[in-house]
T-cell receptor
Framework: GNSVTQMEGPVTLSEEAFLTINCTYTATGYPSLFWYVQYPGEGLQLLLKATKADDKGSNKGFEATYRKETTSFHLEKGSVQVSDSAVYFCAFGGTSYGKLTFGQGTILTVHP | NAGVTQTPKFQVLKTGQSMTLQCAQDMNHEYMSWYRQDPGMGLRLIHYSVGAGITDQGEVPNGYNVSRSTTEDFPLRLLSAAPSQTSVYFC??????????????FGPGTRLTVL
């Protein structure tokens, strides 16, 4: 069935370190791919998205490329900040009306 | 715009009690949905609606009811609460359900504890 597998956390980094959070998916058809972020005490908000193979989504210094051949959508940032501390969710959608399938989430903590 | 609003923010129930979690959006979105968030399991879809008067089950619908009498509101009802329903509940909406790339907008969540 459809599923998303995310890199297990928690991930702890120092400020200005490089970040990668791995995400792979299993889906029929050609889903759209998303990264959502959840800051402490808040709901989820869209970080970036990509709708077709080789598309690159980017926002706030974060990037992810839709790799159809490896069914992956890894999240990267070159230099993290303390304010990036949050839970990051990979998700795909578009295979069933409106439904998003989420990964389990990765907790990121950035220390000064 | 207020976006997606949810009430209450926190709730404690005893086993067997009933309650309704409220969700409203002011963006004229067709699609609304309810998710529950549990540690290590991401978000799982409970119920969703593609428009007023139309609802359907998601991945984990048992123990929950929904209705959609207006475009704006999508309440979630727990008829007889169980400890397994202790979770954080999120309501979400998007402009339409037909577009593959529609962004879903989430409410701030309701943290429910069932004793």
């Amino acid at each position: 069935g459809n599923s998303v597998t995310q890199m297990e956390g928690p991930v702890t980094l120092s400020e200005e370190a490089f970040l990668t959070i791995n995400c792979t998916y299993t889906a029929t058809g050609y889903p759209s791919l998303f990264w959502y972020v959840q800051y402490p005490g808040e709901g989820l908000q869209l970080l970036l998205k990509a709708t077709k193979a080789d598309d690159k989504g980017s926002n706030k210094g974060f990037e992810a490329t839709y790799r159809k051949e490896t069914t992956s959508f890894h999240l990267e940032k070159g230099s993290v900040q303390v304010s990036d501390s949050a839970v990051y969710f990979c998700a795909f959608g578009g295979t069933s009306y409106g439904k998003l399938t989420f990964g389990q989430g990765t907790i990121l903590t950035v220390h000064p | 715009n207020a976006g997606v609003t949810q009430t209450p923010k926190f709730q404690v129930l005893k086993t067997g009690q009933s309650m309704t979690l409220q969700c409203a959006q002011d963006m004229n979105h067709e699609y609304m949905s309810w998710y529950r968030q549990d540690p290590g399991m991401g978000l799982r879809l409970i119920h969703y609606s593609v428009g007023a008067g139309i609802t359907d089950q998601g991945e984990v619908p048992n123990g929950y009811n929904v209705s959609r009498s207006t475009t704006e509101d999508f309440p979630l009802r727990l008829l007889s609460a169980a400890p397994s329903q202790t979770s954080v509940y999120f309501c979400a909406s998007s402009y339409s359900y037909g577009s593959r790339a529609d962004t879903q907008y989430f409410g701030p969540g309701t943290r429910l504890t069932v004793l």
